[in-house]
């Protein structure tokens, strides 16, 4: 059909292109229509009022960057067939069908041991099955066990397009400019050697931006304090609902949301049932909000107060320690608690401690090869002049402690 | 307090600065928060996916502009004093505050006769309450009784921080590029004359790309086909829905949006009490849309088709002409319908007419006036070298008619 | 070779791509080397300082996109062979061979007669000479000879990539954003019929907001008040030291530039001499302007203060008119600068009349051709649903007296 | 007087204002209108076709940011005083007044051991002298003798407004947008304490990313291969005229070049003479480019070709290495120079050796300080929670070769 509407205005790239039928259908298909009613950075709106871009959004953008990489690879003389572009184009297009609303936030209450990998495998196979076995290249890439290994590479690894675009989008939407990281350059100056995804020496500076930027992006935006504080809080909502619904509470909730907060699911549920899939695919951040919005006159004082304070945005107060926070600190902190008319069993939803991690380049998981002039692959930590890269192999772990200051429950 | 955060990241403009403590807690205030979770344009995002941005971040956009351009009167020798600095941009930042979810669809079915404006003005009133009288002079430059006129014509009217927020805001996120409108130089061209808002000579040709990019804005984005379509279904679903509800039918839907679908509320309602207030502002984007994925299984067919219809964007055709549509085109399109299944009764779900107009410049009604440099004041339309602004004041209208076509409602 | 550089940086557009092997050898060339050292704008950075790209960067600007333009029809599914998309990209990038330094000022007073385009296609045969016959179908696009009439439409004409290079990428070095026309939406929504180049009815509004951006830039940029002074200045300059020159004066001057100083050439004159060739590629802007800066201290008042008044920017004084001024305006004017000492004969240095004209769209001439969604072609003035191109087909004509005040001769 | 032209567009910033009548008038003086015709970047052009911005508008651009940053500083409650707030924004504009056209190439053969800054300060002397003392403040900032030391640091730093504009401008001129600092937040991020120019801790990020931005553009432009290839062949070609004029030879120059051609010149020299002051105030870009194109039909066959081949980037080629070349390499090189025709005294004209060094941070010698949010002052370097910083203190040297690959002086 000509009258296919194919051009998606961005205002990252300026239009996507959708160069197939087949992803104009996976495109209409209501599991990919959920994603537009998922933001890709969850509660991140709280600090970067711009950062409202969906999933829905950021898959499209990445299948734009999959069809511009291959056409450098095509340029460089690597053939690449059509079906190949294609699927490699599907398989990220598809990449994140798996993650609910609030993505880690709500796996780790409802989903635990439910990883979202899993659930998109099994969204691309429905898919597939519903397409007649048309998706089976892509899944193969998708899951790598293609024999070309560098599509997998493109899809997944450290230098794959979902991060390209992600990083590019969320500098974009932020507002964050200086986690920008020149897409257009990095992709020009991809290669393939011996069956890897590399990158030209000329672009050797390209890549350490690159991962400058991204360990930048990871403590100013998605690591950003008052995030994991909403982050938090949002998680004790969610543990609080589930625990009052577990004791035969009330609550109310949207239906596919309902079904989730009632029950413990595995992924073998997911396998068997195709009715669990659809309830799943019923969920997006709307359900949270509407939900919550609900709860802020739930008869639990807990339960309430949590949801009226993230609603209107006020945040638990939260501080980063380089070290495991002191049992004294703690302890004082419940002690304000205590004080405040919060009992014993409700501290732990007024006070949380986490810890989290900033790794911008996992070296010996995953390395980025750079292709020298002299046509050795080396190591991009090894082709550096200077050891940034080396630094950047570094884990750097923080621990935080959160709680709510001047909370009081009771009058 | 110091340590207030009072710079937050916009993507459009860098940073927006909040000036002061005042302008802090409006911001802070859960009347304000609450548009956080509306979205600037509706449905738009089902044409633009980029189009996500809220009337949280428009308002704070609106605010800053109205900073920069009051700088830019006092640079030109106005005297401006400081509480005139902050009721200024405290009416800019509150105009919006009276908006319900998806504005205009919302409006015309649950509260007719009461405009947003209204609602604002009662949001505002009470804030004012709230915050010991503090609000008063923002308020009369709201009303357009503070004395110094043209305080008020930068709130509203043609050439107000409002709409020059709006239309960079809009073309940015949409990524229609065409519609950008050189805020920044417009700015430096506004001064005042006889207490009026007036553009300086040399801003002529920048006014007029305004008024052309407003236009064309207007087509591309804010009456596309496409979003008429989407718009006309949800008002459908929310027709349905309350005509179910006055049967006595049970619907799920979140709370607040329960009250306003049981009951039909004019303006002395909210005057009468705060308490209706308060469910007006637990209204937003989510609720709507989780309420839309609730009716996804109710009994009846007509609202559980086009709540997924509108989730899954399979949506009406949409047809544009340039006068009324035949009766003998509507006879054809309601005998398809009844051909698949849509009963007499049902029909008016499926098919709709409208007609929809674009005025871009209103020059009598609030005529935009240039100080010319032997100090004259002209209208726009007068001062161009062309009648290409003439052009502008004409109403162009469009009929369109909207159906589901290929809609089957059994089996 | 492999090794050659083959991506260019580029602001506008991110990166452009030379496709070809024979398109590189022409890049390389001194022919089209030499228009690294002309200014596409001339003395436009006395307005705005930013404009100093060059021929150079905007005859690739114009290949980029004719590049994209090609590739966009194809996939609309007319037929374009790899010899054809080469020979039209080749035919752009040589469009301006012909120029001299500060266009038409130079071309008023050293060649009269010969305008660019011939020059251009003098160079372009050359080429073709030396390129053993490679560049005939190009130079057919180019005179319009070529049976495929679109090539040349997209090569001059109203819609051409010419144009569309221009004005983004004067735009975007100015700065007058408001002067912005989506080059992306405007190359996507081409397309060919009856062997014409056309634009899909969609793409009306790009259309009229391209004409809409282009009169703004001819008021804003080309036809600038500040700018047509100098230009002014710089003629009269030229004009004095060519005078001077003819009396048997010595003056300081480059070769090549001193060679067109002293003698009058034709157009035949090119033909005749592969000489006169090389000597006219030896001129570009520093000719200029080392001569002028040589002439600063040169014995002949006239000379000396107009070269040092056009260096430091000290510029006549302007006024536009809407009809011819009245003599006795320029009577006053007159007498002002014979007091100041200036004598009789001296006086037109300093006293300028001219008129200039702003037509934003050629109707008849050369129309803008949209087809309608039903396949009817129509202009595009007719297509639209207001006057407003209507408007702009009408010749916009400003006189203007440009005069040294304050300029005193003598002590 | 109201009506001077303030407002100044700048694709960079969008606009530029200038803020008081004395700025006006020194931006109008030929000093600094003479900074028009000198590109900052020098060369880069033949890299990077769209660096031709000059040092004109990257000095304003330094005025213009420090305007915003002692905006910032006085927000945050530092007193500035007005003419203090003037006098820092003379210094930064006039801080570039004393480099010749193509800085370092030129200084270093025809001004060795006049180093720009010396000239810089000679001219702003000559100014005050003209302006009567009203540069005092600002020439005490400029040398580090004012009391307020903060202010020197603003101008001449490790985070002085002139880096930040210049990588800012030169990030966007080349199109090397990974370059990018965001110049905005940096800015908002600057503080003082204990007299010092400080950067808050929630900065630490963007400081981070300035310094890794800083070493790519140095990799990226500033010592790109063909950049230094092409300031090597300049500088032969300088070395050449000058030897050829020492020698008595006739050669073609503008009149102030040729002034420095024939003499060598100290700074006593210029403090002697405003003669000299104003002959250097006569060199810029085009007195460079016309005498290479003069010179490329100069009997000297090692001046003529040298100059065709930089006129037509027919560059030398160039390698990088991590250690001196050794000596068999260039004897190779040597033994190739002199079977093409060249003689044993020229080859030192065609093959050139050098050495190049990017230090990233001086840490020792001007730290950058931290401002904890305990208040104390801490090293960037050890306020990083990894060693990038540390990293990037190391100089990378690289030893580079250069030579003229096939060119042949003897028909």
């Given at each position: ?259 989730f907060l009632k029950n413990r699911f595995s992924l073998t549920d997911f396998d068997a049932s195709t009715d669990l899939l659809e309830?799943?695919?019923?969920l997006d951040d709307n359900d949270v909000w509407a939900s919550v919005k609900g709860w802020r006159t739930h008869s639990d004082p ?110």
């Amino acid at each position: 059909m000509l009258n296919k509407r194919k051009i998606i205005n961005d205002p990252v790239y300026g239009f996507i292109s959708i160069y197939s039928d087949l992803l104009y259908d996976l495109v209409e298909h209501p599991y990919f229509q959920r994603l537009r009613r998922i933001k890709q950075l969850g509660l991140a709106d709280m600090v970067y009022p711009g950062a409202l871009h969906t999933r829905f959004h950021h898959a499209l953008g990445a299948m734009h960057l999959m069809g511009q990489a291959l056409k450098v690879l095509q340029e460089k003389g690597h053939l690449i067939w059509e079906p190949e572009l294609e699927a490699a184009q599907i398989a990220i297009l598809l990449h994140d069908l798996g993650h609910g609303p609030f993505s880690h936030v709500l796996e780790s209450v409802m989903l635990p041991g439910v990883p979202h990998e899993s659930i998109t495998l099994v969204m691309m196979k429905e898919l597939n099955r519903q397409m007649n076995g048309r998706l089976d290249m892509a899944i193969q890439m998708f899951e790598g066990t293609y024999p070309r290994r560098f599509f997998h590479q493109m899809i997944s690894s450290q230098l794959d397009m979902d991060r390209m675009d992600y990083l590019n989008r969320d500098s974009f939407y932020t507002g964050v400019i200086e986690g920008s990281i020149g897409a257009d350059r990095l992709i020009k100056m991809l290669d393939i050697s011996k069956d890897q995804l590399v990158v030209e020496e000329k672009g050797l500076l390209s890549i350490e931006n690159f991962l400058h930027a991204r360990r930048l992006m990871y403590w100013q935006v998605y690591l950003h304090k008052t995030l994991l504080s909403a982050q938090a809080m949002l998680t004790q909502i969610l543990y609080r609902a589930r625990e009052l619904t577990e004791n035969g509470e009330k609550l109310f909730a949207t239906p596919d949301f309902a079904r989730f907060l009632k029950n413990r699911f595995s992924l073998t549920d997911f396998d068997a049932s195709t009715d669990l899939l659809e309830s799943f695919n019923g969920l997006d951040d709307n359900d949270v909000w509407a939900s919550v919005k609900g709860w802020r006159t739930h008869s639990d004082p807990v339960l309430s107060k949590l949801s009226e304070m993230l609603l209107n945005r006020n945040l638990f107060k939260i501080n980063f320690y380089d070290s495991p926070p002191e049992p004294e600190l703690l302890d004082q902190l419940r002690e304000q608690l205590l004080h405040s008319g919060i009992s014993e069993s409700e501290v732990p939803y007024f006070l949380i401690t986490g810890e989290t991690t900033n790794w911008a380049y996992a070296k010996e998981q995953d390395p980025i090869r750079v292709k020298m002039k002299n046509g050795d692959l080396l190591d991009i930590a090894d082709a550096s002049d200077i050891p940034t890269i080396e630094a950047l192999t570094k884990i750097v772990r923080k621990y935080y402690v959160c709680w709510g200051k001047n909370v009081s429950l009771r009058g």
